[in-house]
């Protein structure tokens, strides 16, 4: 069983797709940044649980869960992310423009 949410707790989706050739290059992209966003991250009131996961297919995903909403929003000017980690993925190929990237808070309905 999963621990106890507050009921204020949101689910954060940040979502890239890239082109599938990239796949080595944006899992190393994901490990450099790591070194400096888990410190920055973890620096930050309120979260609760982060995961990253990078697929063959040609998605990033970065799935984070926090307890409010403006918490989450945190994220949204965390340097470390808007800028060193962004121009990281753009070295490889990565593009956040709209059509290739989306972040989503979705407020907890139910847990298991």
């Known amino acids: ?22 796949f080595d290059d944006v899992v190393a992209a994901d490990e450099r940044t790591a070194r400096y966003l888990v410190p920055a991250i973890t620096q930050l009131p309120g979260l609760l649980h982060w995961y990253a996961g990078v697929s063959p297919e040609g998605t990033f995903v970065q799935i984070s869960v926090w307890d409010t909403d403006e918490h989450a929003a945190q994220m949204n000017h965390l340097t470390e992310m808007r800028v060193r ?3 990281d993925f753009a070295a490889v190929g990565v593009s956040f423009d709209a059509e290739h990237a989306s972040i989503v808070h979705y407020p907890v309905t139910w847990t298991i």
Do not use: G
Not at 9 to 16: E, G, L, M, P, Q
């Open 85 to 87: 980690a962004r121009a």
């Open 1 to 22: 069983m999963a621990e106890p949410l507050p009921p204020t707790a949101v689910v954060r989706v940040s979502r890239v797709t890239f082109a599938p050739e990239l």
